[in-house]
């Protein structure tokens, strides 16, 4: 009996919307007709995400040019994530109240360092806790999750800090290639909704450019979603 490849029905169905939908990989296309293409192609059975991925004109390697900072979408993520808030007793409620999935203080440093367990995707702190998180810096650190001021994650007012990230707010820190890699919003969302979440990070990524890097800052721009093709678009 002759088994069938599930991966090899993939493939085909794969170029089959590719070549349905006209894309040419080495065309560089205006956003609204990279979101539609982008949306045309995916072949995930769930609402996967819309990815960007920039190629910066900047030596990673170097300090003052590492691209680091944080931005509210218009639109949100659409992708729902853990926070994890440390704070004083007397902040505890007004971030639980904000959203936050995990509250505390030195409790909370303590059991992560014991359990090495980090059930969160984005962790903030108030100023005064940061002295108190270096025990854990090793464990938040490795995990990109230790908090910043420079994505604002290190705040006097944490439980709005909160209340932002559960609305979309997004960080975003260059790769040791140069790259910058996120997440614009789901397949599901609205074309034009897409199309200016997209929009907000050029712009945003532009004004961060780091005055010691020269020459062309946003060299390359992909657009794509989980399983399909990476998309050119035109800046």
Same mark, same amino acid.
């Given at each position: 009996?002759?088994?069938?490849?599930?991966?090899?029905?993939?493939?085909?169905?794969?170029?089959?919307?590719? +070549?349905?939908?006209?894309?040419?990989?080495?065309?560089?296309?205006?956003?609204?007709?990279?979101?539609?293409?982008?949306?045309?192609?995916?072949?995930?059975?769930?609402?996967?995400?819309?990815?960007?991925?920039?190629?910066?004109?900047?030596?990673?390697?170097?300090?003052?040019?590492?691209?680091?900072?944080?931005?509210?979408?218009?639109?949100?993520?659409?992708?729902?994530?853990?926070?994890?808030?440390?704070?004083?007793?007397?902040?505890?409620?007004?971030?639980?109240?904000? !959203?936050?999935?995990?509250? !505390?203080?030195?409790?909370?440093?303590?059991?992560?360092?014991?359990?090495?367990?980090?059930?969160?995707?984005?962790?903030?702190?108030?100023?005064?806790?940061?002295?108190?998180?270096?025990?854990?810096?090793?464990?938040?650190?490795?995990?990109?999750?230790?908090?910043?001021? +420079?994505?604002?994650?290190?705040?006097?007012?944490?439980?709005?800090?909160?209340?932002?990230?559960?609305?979309?707010?997004?960080?975003?820190?260059?790769?040791?290639?140069?790259?910058?890699?996120?997440?614009? !919003? +789901?397949?599901?969302?609205?074309?034009?909704?897409?199309?200016?979440?997209?929009?907000?990070?050029?712009?945003?990524?532009?004004?961060? +450019?780091?005055?010691?890097?020269?020459?062309?800052?946003?060299?390359?721009?992909?657009?794509?979603?989980?399983?399909?093709?990476?998309?050119?678009?035109?800046?």
């Amino acid at each position: 009996m002759t088994k069938t490849n599930p991966n090899g029905r993939r493939t085909k169905a794969k170029q089959a919307a590719i +070549k349905a939908a006209g894309f040419d990989k080495l065309k560089a296309y205006p956003i609204n007709e990279a979101v539609e293409l982008a949306k045309k192609m995916n072949m995930a059975k769930f609402d996967a995400s819309v990815e960007v991925h920039f190629n910066l004109g900047i030596d990673p390697r170097k300090g003052d040019q590492q691209i680091r900072s944080a931005l509210s979408l218009p639109h949100g993520t659409g992708k729902q994530i853990k926070v994890c808030a440390f704070v004083a007793p007397e902040n505890e409620e007004a971030c639980r109240q904000a !959203g936050a999935d995990l509250v !505390g203080g030195e409790e909370l440093i303590e059991t992560i360092l014991k359990t090495g367990k980090t059930d969160f995707q984005v962790a903030v702190a108030e100023p005064m806790m940061m002295r108190n998180l270096a025990k854990i810096a090793k464990i938040l650190g490795t995990r990109g999750l230790m908090p910043s001021p +420079k994505n604002e994650t290190v705040t006097a007012n944490p439980a709005q800090a909160v209340a932002e990230l559960k609305k979309g707010k997004i960080s975003y820190k260059n790769d040791d290639t140069g790259n910058l890699h996120m997440i614009i !919003g +789901k397949v599901s969302f609205d074309s034009a909704k897409l199309a200016e979440n997209f929009q907000a990070i050029v712009d945003t990524v532009r004004k961060n +450019k780091p005055s010691a890097a020269k020459g062309l800052f946003i060299k390359n721009a992909v657009i794509t979603t989980a399983m399909g093709p990476g998309i050119k678009v035109s800046l």
